[in-house]
């Protein structure tokens, strides 16, 4: 029997865990997969854990938590034969959204159960690797704002959002990427192996998680009325369209800003320097999932999306999960 190690971050996200092992346990069981499970209990345990699953050949790790415990799990499986299973139990769940992996835990443990492997790639940003998305600037402060808060979930994260906004000023960076440099001052910098921050925000709509290319997202700075619109522009889908937005696709990059500050890697914040070099790694990471979805279409895929959403939060009710 093969084997897969499931790994519960629980106090990630706003969803009761109760009773995910033994649903695991008993789902996977039944497509001939043992599983066995271990709880972080602090930051950097999902990535020992991930690890040491890799170490031991097993088939898969599975992360079930939010963004932060994806990049964790995943981190631990690099250049490995193990591959990323994700049941997405996060606020945004970014990764699992993008590779159209359901936040309904019976329709994710399917996609594991079917043992569809595919091979995909990650980036780093000064050797610190992110699976999603990377930002600076307005994103960047928004989740740090987020991350002081006492409460997880779609709210907290709207009224972070709401309150930066309310004071964040533009930046100065100096990008160098395919034999270019440009000087700008920006609202948002992101870079993207996948195409949403998550919650259907589609920051890079024509990303790929398996070209061997970042996407560069550049919100320049703008009115504050332009950068509404561009608000409005991320969750229709309509982003490539803003006339604030610049976009490139790039297999390495260096950034330089004027001061240190907050950056974010996959939604999670973390302090970088002044330079920041990015690099994206071609099919260095194995994931369970049905493949990239369909290409985005303004204003029908996230409507496709939401419906799907809110189905799978009423079949939670039903079976009070």
Not at 151 to 168: D, N, P, V, W
Not at 256 to 275: A, F, I, S
Request: glycine share 10%.
């Amino acid at each position: 029997m093969e084997k897969c190690l499931l790994i519960v971050n629980p106090i990630s996200g706003t969803t009761d865990k109760q009773g995910l092992a033994e649903r695991t346990i008993h789902k996977l069981r039944r497509a001939d997969i043992k599983v066995e499970v271990l709880y972080t209990e602090r930051p950097g345990d999902a990535r020992e854990y991930a690890g040491i699953a890799a170490q031991k050949g097993y088939l898969g790790a599975i992360a079930a938590g939010g963004d932060g415990t994806v990049n964790e799990v995943a981190s631990g499986l690099i250049g490995s034969n193990t591959a990323l299973g994700i049941l997405p139990l996060g606020s945004g769940n970014g990764l699992a959204r993008h590779l159209n992996i359901s936040t309904d835990i019976s329709d994710a443990l399917n996609v594991i159960s079917k043992r569809n492997i595919v091979d995909c790639d990650y980036c780093d940003a000064n050797g610190h690797p992110f699976f999603c998305t990377f930002g600076l600037g307005f994103d960047a402060a928004v989740s740090k704002s987020f991350s002081k808060s006492k409460h997880r979930g779609l709210a907290t994260y709207i009224r972070s959002a709401l309150q930066e906004y309310l004071k964040f000023e533009p930046s100065e960076y100096l990008l160098e990427a395919n034999g270019k440099r440009i000087r700008f001052r920006a609202f948002i910098v992101a870079a993207c192996n996948a195409s949403q921050y998550g919650n259907n925000a589609f920051i890079a709509p024509e990303a790929s998680i398996k070209d061997g290319l970042m996407d560069l997202t550049i919100v320049h700075a703008g009115t504050p009325f332009t950068q509404a619109i561009m608000g409005v522009d991320l969750l229709t889908g309509m982003i490539r369209n803003n006339m604030i937005i610049q976009t490139m696709k790039v297999k390495e990059a260096t950034i330089r800003r004027l001061e240190e500050g907050p950056v974010h890697l996959d939604g999670d914040p973390m302090d970088m320097g002044e330079e920041i070099k990015l690099f994206c790694h071609h099919h260095q990471l194995k994931i369970f999932t049905t493949g990239e979805p369909h290409p985005v279409h303004p204003f029908l895929t996230p409507l496709k999306y939401f419906n799907r959403e809110i189905l799978n939060r009423l079949r939670r009710l039903r079976k009070d999960y």
